[in-house]
């Protein structure tokens, strides 16, 4: 095993290896497995499984190239795409948590998220980003 595990960092030295697009495009791959399970048309489940094939490659090839900085970049481009997705559903699940206590308010100025405390009336917001304060009705 150890022998094994050996030949492995020598054959993966200068290559590329995962970053989190790869990680993406693998759980991207699982996800269309298990929707496959629930396709029933044969042409759709097809097109499902070339594509899945297209990805399988597609990750091994990053993985194993050599060439680090081209396969970097596109992580750097795929980053700030995948951060905003994750940020919103983030949002959007912390809005449900908190949906008893709590109001989420956009500031009008620098456009921050801000979690106010759910009290009926007219209240005076300061947002601690930019420091301008407005005037909310809950
Ligand atoms: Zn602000």
Request: aromatic share 14%; with cysteine; glycine share 2%.
């Amino acid at each position: 095993m150890r022998q094994l595990m050996k030949r492995l960092a020598i054959f993966m030295q200068g290559r590329y290896g995962t970053d989190t697009l790869n990680n993406f495009l693998c759980v991207l791959f699982f996800v269309l497995w298990i929707v496959n399970i629930f396709v029933f048309n044969t042409t759709a489940s097809l097109v499902i499984d070339l594509f899945q094939l297209a990805l399988l490659a597609l990750i091994l090839f990053r993985s194993l190239s050599r060439n680090i900085t081209k396969r970097s970049a596109e992580n750097r481009k795929f980053l700030p795409i995948y951060n905003s997705v994750k940020s919103w559903f983030k949002l959007t699940w912390n809005k449900f948590r908190d949906r008893k206590d709590f109001r989420y308010l956009k500031c009008p100025i620098c456009k921050a998220q801000l979690r106010v405390k759910n009290k009926k009336g007219m209240h005076t917001v300061r947002c601690p980003r930019c420091g301008s304060e407005f005037d909310k009705k809950i």
